[in-house]
């Protein structure tokens, strides 16, 4: 008697095979339990809870979301699937949180100067190239900064590799005072 095989056409097989995976990520997303994220301290980089995990949300509490809303920054990005609605590409996920004082942040923020910048993969989602990150301050009077941020001017000016984030060349950096 001769053998029959079945064949399952490969198109089949990548959809289920996507449609298995969107499945899983999505259990594993809402039924992860919520992780808060460790509080940063003055010049040291916010880490963000490992993948897989949601932060606690709240308004001083770090989370993962597709997109930065207005008003914050983030420390943290990932390439994930969480966000590309089902798809079978991934998409960049960030670790969302309110600026804060001393805070690593992947952006600058109004309200905000900066005293140091460094060179970093943490903020490009995965990728095998690195961005900067900011060392977020509440600006005063005395303070030597990076940039010089609304309702301030400068006294002062002076070359320092602190705020070229880690090149061999220097930058600017401005003495602040409060208008």
Known sequence: MPRTTFRVPRTLLAATATAALALATALTTATAPAVAAPAAEAGTIAQAPKAGTTGATGATSGFWAC?????YTYTSS?????CSGGSSYR???FYVQPPADGLWAC???PGYTHTG??????CSGGGSYTTSQFLLRKPATGMWACSVPSGFTYTATQQSHTCSGGASYTTTQFLLRAL
Do not use: F
């Not at 990932?78 to 969480?82: D, G, I, N, V």
């Not at 910048?117 to 943490?122: A, D, G, K, L, Q």
């Open 91 to 93: 998409t960049t996920e």
């Open 117 to 122: 910048v460094m060179s970093s993969y943490t």
């Open 78 to 82: 990932r390439s994930s699937y969480t």
């Open 107 to 109: 952006t600058t923020m």
């Open 67 to 71: 997109s930065v809303p207005s008003g």
